[in-house]
């Protein structure tokens, strides 16, 4: 797949364009298959693009430090949530995000780690059968809405948290 910038010569809206390959999208340009999602022009062309060339995923600079949120991740494919390999992150977005980790990490300092138990544990906490503890684990989507159908009230984590036995 390649992304392009495209721009209508009409209206001067910019938007990216996805095409299997260079020459799919000549192919589609010379059939006039390509049109502005906005005016719906057909006069559209790539806009200039600077070329986004990174270092290796597997290099760094010896100043560059891996900020809090490229650590971990869960193990489980279960409730998976939406990840980016997006390589560019603004500074103020990276800020943000660390900023949103150093909180997390607090507050679960003095929560204990359940893993794939939290839907029971949290049950059992709520219903009085376990001494009310901050507690922290994984639960399916489906596992979340029965805990709220219940009226338990649970907080889903904005990041990823690494299980204790999986980190160094």
Same mark, same amino acid.
């Given at each position: 797949?390649?992304?392009?910038?495209?721009?209508?010569?009409?209206?001067?809206?910019?938007?990216? &364009?996805?095409? &299997?390959?260079?020459?799919? +999208?000549?192919?589609?340009?010379?059939?006039?298959?390509?049109?502005?999602?906005?005016?719906?022009?057909?006069?559209?062309?790539?806009?200039?693009?600077?070329?986004?060339?990174?270092?290796?995923?597997?290099?760094?600079?010896?100043?560059?430090?891996?900020?809090?949120?490229?650590?971990?991740?869960?193990?489980? =494919?279960?409730?998976?949530?939406?990840?980016?390999? =997006?390589?560019?992150?603004? !500074?103020? +977005?990276?800020?943000?995000?660390?900023?949103?980790?150093? =909180?997390?990490?607090?507050?679960?300092?003095?929560?204990?780690?359940?893993?794939?138990?939290? !839907?029971?544990?949290?049950?059992?906490?709520? +219903?009085?059968?376990?001494?009310?503890? !901050?507690?922290?684990?994984?639960?399916? =989507?489906?596992?979340?809405?029965?805990?709220?159908?219940?009226?338990?009230?649970?907080?889903?984590? !904005?990041?990823?948290?690494?299980?204790?036995?999986?980190?160094?």
């Amino acid at each position: 797949m390649i992304v392009f910038d495209l721009i209508c010569r009409d209206g001067s809206h910019q938007f990216e &364009g996805w095409f &299997g390959s260079s020459d799919d +999208y000549d192919k589609q340009q010379l059939a006039g298959l390509i049109d502005c999602p906005t005016c719906g022009s057909r006069a559209v062309e790539k806009a200039v693009m600077a070329p986004n060339v990174g270092m290796k995923a597997n290099q760094r600079s010896s100043s560059d430090k891996p900020s809090r949120f490229e650590a971990g991740a869960s193990d489980s =494919a279960e409730g998976a949530q939406p990840v980016s390999n =997006a390589v560019e992150v603004s !500074p103020e +977005y990276a800020k943000l995000i660390d900023k949103l980790a150093e =909180a997390q990490a607090k507050i679960l300092e003095k929560s204990e780690w359940v893993g794939t138990d939290f !839907p029971e544990q949290a049950r059992a906490i709520h +219903y009085g059968e376990k001494e009310a503890a !901050p507690i922290h684990g994984t639960a399916t =989507a489906d596992d979340a809405a029965e805990l709220d159908e219940e009226g338990i009230e649970i907080l889903p984590l !904005p990041l990823p948290v690494k299980p204790p036995k999986s980190q160094n």
